[in-house]
């Protein structure tokens, strides 16, 4: 196996590296204390909008999209998911980069899905303004009265009543709820109860401002509300649109899911790495400027140590992410199932306990807003939550290995 991208693949990481170290790492903290002293921090800084329109001129843009296929050539020719692997970790080293390039979540999931799901009328709607970044969307799937770990338990319902689709319920969790140009909202809703679980649901495109949607509120992850995009609590109350905005069909929501699930959760491990990649970069600045009982701090207390694992711990992460990424392109994502878990379990983690360690070299500093290890270490936090907590991907490991070791048994 060899996961050297593409030679379009290579002169796009190029560029995306470039662009990072000369447009975007220069004001990046500048633009995030102007985030934290605006009177209003939920209204988008224009320097995200002036940075946007350099890198979609400068040809980084929707990087993400999958390669072109018969249906979808008119939103131009994507990359694999080995090709973007690379790209993704770069963005991940800043928080801002995914936003410039159009290539952050849950944006990214949802073009996807209605790359591959919606209708050319859904498509021209929805699909065409989140591609130029006029608009932004939400995923509404988590409830907060029951455990989302297992999502054939939404209870929030979906109703078909002639035309249109009736949805009620609560939904939380539904990042980038919060930005005001945020207008698309998919739903997934229970549509039919006594029908096999993996066919209860069905995912409904939902305009933002439709009668009967209410932003409850939006959700601090670790006191942190992630203006101006945010996580909020989403009340449907009596929401009707037209039958028309079902995707795919009622009771087709888990086929969709799974659609999504692959590639997404290849982009978010990556973006891990790079913020693994550059937490320890800080680390080293800090370890190697800093001076302790007549020593820098690299030299007190096992650091060295710490800094050897944290470099073994990420070049193991990307790895087993690059083989992913490999497995989805050759075999999709039935041959890639465990290593689609493997990663979500191994990468959040990894990166947490590097960027913990970063802090603690960082003393004080580390904890405040002066770094960017803090928001860090939430982020990868949460997404041991996030697309599924780890406990749901360890039970869906365990289960093929068992399905192929007592497979290989009776073979015997």
Not at 44 to 51: E, F, R, Y
Not at 57 to 62: E, P, R, S, T
Not at 155 to 167: I, K, M, P, S, Y
Request: with cysteine; charged share 20%; aromatic share 6%.
């Amino acid at each position: 196996m060899w996961f050297e991208p593409s030679a379009r693949a290579q002169d796009l990481i190029a560029r995306v590296a470039e662009f990072l170290r000369t447009e975007i790492e220069p004001v990046e903290a500048e633009l995030h204390t102007a985030i934290r002293s605006a009177g209003d921090p939920w209204r988008p800084q224009p320097l995200i909008k002036d940075l946007q329109a350099r890198a979609r001129a400068a040809g980084l843009w929707n990087l993400f999209l999958p390669p072109a296929e018969p249906g979808n050539e008119q939103y131009g020719e994507g990359l694999s998911n080995l090709d973007y692997a690379p790209i993704a970790e770069l963005t991940g080293r800043s928080f801002i980069a995914p936003y410039v390039f159009n290539c952050n979540a849950p944006d990214t999931g949802n073009m996807e899905v209605l790359l591959r799901y919606g209708t050319d009328e859904q498509q021209k709607r929805w699909l065409e303004p989140l591609l130029d970044a006029t608009i932004r969307s939400a995923f509404c799937m988590t409830e907060p009265d029951v455990a989302s770990s297992d999502a054939t338990n939404m209870a929030a319902t979906a109703v078909v009543e002639g035309n249109e689709v009736v949805l009620n319920g609560r939904k939380w969790w539904s990042t980038g709820v919060g930005h005001p140009d945020c207008e698309l909202l998919i739903f997934m809703g229970l549509t039919a109860p006594d029908a096999h679980r993996y066919e209860r649901h069905t995912m409904v495109l939902v305009p933002r401002d439709a009668p009967g949607v209410k932003v409850v509120r939006l959700l601090p992850a670790m006191s942190r509300y992630d203006e101006p995009h945010g996580h909020g609590e989403v009340s449907f109350t009596n929401v009707r649109v037209p039958v028309e905005n079902i995707l795919v069909g009622p009771g087709k929501a888990f086929e969709i899911a799974q659609g999504r699930l692959g590639p997404g959760r290849v982009h978010h491990c990556m973006r891990l790495i790079g913020l693994a990649e550059k937490s320890l970069e800080l680390a080293l600045r800090r370890g190697t400027s800093r001076t302790a009982f007549g020593k820098p701090l690299v030299n007190l207390g096992g650091n060295r140590e710490r800094i050897a694992d944290a470099r073994i711990a990420i070049n193991q992460a990307r790895l087993l992410v690059l083989q992913t990424a490999y497995l989805l392109d050759t075999q999709g994502l039935v041959g890639a199932l465990s290593e689609v878990s493997q990663i979500k379990v191994a990468v959040p983690r990894m990166a947490q306990d590097v960027i913990d360690m970063a802090i603690q070299l960082h003393g004080g500093g580390g904890l405040s807003d002066d770094f960017p290890l803090a928001a860090a270490w939430t982020s990868a936090r949460a997404l041991r939550l996030a697309d599924g907590p780890d406990e749901v991907h360890r039970g869906v490991i365990a289960k093929i290995e068992l399905a192929s070791y007592l497979a290989g048994q009776e073979a015997t």
